[in-house]
């Protein structure tokens, strides 16, 4: 059996966890997770970004285990965060009877590097019978149909599969001669990568939240939490930056601040300021600008 579910964004309680390709849930949906999944089956994730709907990642499941059984394996819980592993193992949480971790294959699972617009287009090609009335827009027809798990046939996962290929089939890499703007987006990782692994260069004892988050607001680079709890946003900009990466990052900052209840910092990574905002930069609050050299030195402006 292959499925369709729906995910929402939780700072605290990232699920599916994307980054080790797991997923968990508990009572009935664990039931059909462990009863009806069987290895080499796909489970495609979708989500809302920006009032409509995304497929952003697809498993292919590798196992599906029973959590008790899962934390009694010690390389599992040596190297898995997803939150039903991490609080089955805390004694002040709360343990349901049926509780499980799904894991897909780490080879042929994938985040997708474009996310698919799950439109109406795509939906009628699949087998979900969606109905489209009047006096209802589009997308809410599809959030309407899929906020519920959906079961896919294989001709629906090789439409979406082959949908993916076809949206990502503009994205060229290493192999191909490269426009200046793949060149910018491949500098841009190398520096997330960079300050993913290095975060003392922005501030003190940063703990990574999450990478790449997508939130109704756009995809925010990197989360991270300081000691005291505070959320701390970076946005990482290639080039100069102006007064709407400033809005931007506020943007990501005001949508944390209601998904955490915490007031977050935001932090900008760039080339510089341009000129004629350097004045009213200087004046920012809760904002801070790092700027970066070719050699991936930081430091503040």
């Not at 790092?290 to 402006?301: A, D, F, N, S, T």
Request: aromatic residues 8%; neutral net charge.
């Amino acid at each position: 059996m292959n499925l369709l579910i729906p995910y929402v964004h939780l700072v605290k309680h990232q699920d599916p966890l994307f980054s080790e390709f797991t997923y968990g849930d508990a009572s009935r949906r664990a039931k059909k997770l462990k009863n009806d999944l069987n290895k080499g089956d796909y489970v495609f994730f979708h989500t809302t970004i920006r009032n409509k709907k995304y497929i952003t990642a697809y498993y292919v499941v590798d196992r599906v285990l029973d959590t008790a059984e899962a934390v009694k394996d010690r390389n599992i819980v040596a190297k898995y965060k997803n939150p039903h592993i991490v609080d089955f193992l805390d004694p002040e949480k709360e343990k349901y009877k049926e509780d499980v971790v799904l894991f897909g294959d780490p080879i042929t699972s994938r985040v997708l590097d474009k996310p698919l617009l799950f439109d109406r287009s795509l939906a009628e090609k699949l087998s979900l019978s969606i109905k489209f009335p009047e006096g209802r827009t589009e997308d809410r027809s599809i959030v309407s149909a899929t906020r519920a798990w959906r079961e896919l046939t294989e001709k629906d996962v090789e439409i979406l599969l082959n949908a993916i290929k076809s949206s990502e089939s503009d994205i060229k890499y290493l192999d191909i001669i490269l426009s200046t703007d793949e060149v910018t987006e491949i500098i841009e990782k190398d520096l997330e990568n960079f300050i993913e692994k290095h975060p003392r260069l922005i501030g003190g004892n940063l703990k990574l939240i999450a990478r790449q988050l997508d939130t109704d607001k756009g995809r925010i680079d990197l989360l991270f939490e300081d000691p005291d709890g505070t959320p701390v946003i970076v946005e990482l900009k290639i080039d100069k930056i102006g007064r709407k990466a400033i809005n931007q990052l506020r943007g990501y900052m005001s949508w944390v601040d209601k998904e955490t209840h915490r007031k977050s910092r935001g932090i900008l990574v760039c080339k510089g300021v341009m000129p004629a905002f350097e004045e009213d930069f200087k004046k920012l609050s809760g904002i801070k600008i790092y700027r970066y050299g070719w050699e991936l030195k930081i430091e503040q402006l």
